[in-house]
């Protein structure tokens, strides 16, 4: 259950009981809209003062929920049990308020999370033929205990990437093979975040090193984000601009790339995508590449096996002087 629904279903509970009535949900309702616009602390603050003007248990129970979504499980615990020492709590709140708490202490919000998908499949070319891929992506972070800036809850944290590719061609016996590898930092102040890090990539034999700051605000369902990259292999700075609509059924972006060559900046790519948020995840991209002047796209589609498994099915093409197309099949794996 979301922190959201808690609240509402609370809300519903307490509202709904005589014996609770009080002036307090004013201020409830103003705690709520801080919350939703990411103002976690002002919301938090606004509860506080609440419990010495006008005392009402359900302050309690909605700190409990805010601190929970910041990731404090030991503050929510704290305050939802003592609101089950209130001897005006109605029975079906504190029966709900003791589910809620068995739930969080089995389910904790955890400060590191981390992911790995293996991926294995073969590519038919139409200039070059058939070609066996691999790949192999792992990410993590750790989020620090969050603190009061301006009323947002600011996390740090750090995070790490990796990610690796080998294509190995049957026809004439050659292998390519890319990896990529990022580490850094990170700040969170909803609705914004920061992330900086250092980058090392390997490519066609070719070992750069560089930087990457990338900054993001999210508007309700409206992610703006700017991307910044710097390398020792040309082009030695890359600024990317993208939005990202996520309405839950499905997600839509929108990126354009420059890079800065020749003393100046200059158009590189634009690129847009469409998904279905369902279980096949069905997608569509296109992509313009200035310098070139080549129109691409792909179609894709993934078909689960199991909650970690999956098969996924692209076909893609590039218009340009002459028409490219392939197909690919990959089987995918996400251990953890």
């Known amino acids: 259950m979301t922190v959201k629904r808690f609240l509402s279903l609370l809300g519903l509970i307490c509202?709904?009981?005589p014996a609770l009535?009080?002036?307090?949900?004013?201020?409830?309702?103003?705690?709520?809209?801080l919350a939703e616009r990411g103002k976690?602390?002002?919301?938090?603050?606004?509860?506080?003062?609440?419990?010495?003007?006008?005392?009402?248990?359900?302050?309690?129970?909605?700190?409990?929920?805010?601190?929970?979504?910041?990731?404090?499980?030991?503050?929510?615990?704290?305050?939802?049990?003592?609101?089950?020492?209130e001897d005006e709590l109605p029975a079906k709140v504190a029966a709900a308020v003791k589910l809620r708490i068995i739930q969080a202490k089995l389910s904790p919000p955890s400060s590191d999370r981390a992911h790995m998908l293996l991926g294995a499949g073969v590519?038919?070319?139409?200039?070059?033929?058939?070609?066996?891929?691999?790949?192999?992506?792992?990410a993590g972070q750790h989020r620090g205990r969050s603190t009061d800036a301006w009323g947002y809850p600011l996390t740090p944290g750090l995070y790490g990437k990796f990610s690796g590719t080998n294509r190995y061609y049957w026809q004439n016996d050659t292998s390519l093979s890319s990896l990529l590898v990022t580490a850094g930092v990170m700040a969170e102040a909803a609705p914004a975040s920061l992330s900086m890090g250092a980058t090392l990539q390997n490519q066609s034999d070719s070992l750069s090193v560089g930087a990457v700051s990338e900054l993001s605000v999210r508007f309700a369902i409206l992610t703006l984000t700017t991307a910044l990259q710097g390398s020792t292999q040309r082009p030695q700075f890359k600024i990317t601009e993208s939005a990202r609509v996520n309405s839950g059924d499905w997600t839509a972006s929108?990126?354009?790339?420059a890079q800065?060559?020749?003393?100046?900046?200059?158009?590189?790519?634009?690129?847009?995508k469409f998904r279905l948020n369902n279980r096949w995840k069905p997608t569509l991209q296109a992509e313009y590449d200035a310098p070139t002047a080549e129109l691409s796209g792909y179609a894709q589609v993934t078909w689960p096996i199991t909650p970690q498994i999956g098969l996924q099915s692209q076909t893609g093409a590039t218009l340009s002087t002459s028409t490219l197309w392939y197909t690919k099949l990959t089987l995918n794996w996400q251990p953890f």
């Open 123 to 138: 590519r038919y070319q139409s200039d070059s033929g058939v070609s066996h891929d691999f790949s192999i992506v792992t």
């Open 21 to 33: 009535a009080c002036s307090s949900d004013e201020r409830i309702t103003l705690s709520q809209s």
């Open 40 to 85: 976690t602390f002002a919301a938090i603050n606004e509860l506080k003062d609440g419990l010495g003007n006008c005392y009402h248990p359900r302050l309690k129970l909605e700190l409990g929920a805010l601190y929970l979504q910041l990731g404090d499980l030991e503050s929510a615990l704290s305050w939802w049990q003592s609101a089950l020492t």
């Open 260 to 272: 800065y060559d020749s003393q100046q900046w200059q158009f590189d790519q634009l690129t847009t």
């Open 254 to 257: 929108l990126s354009l790339e």
């Open 15 to 17: 509202l709904s009981a």
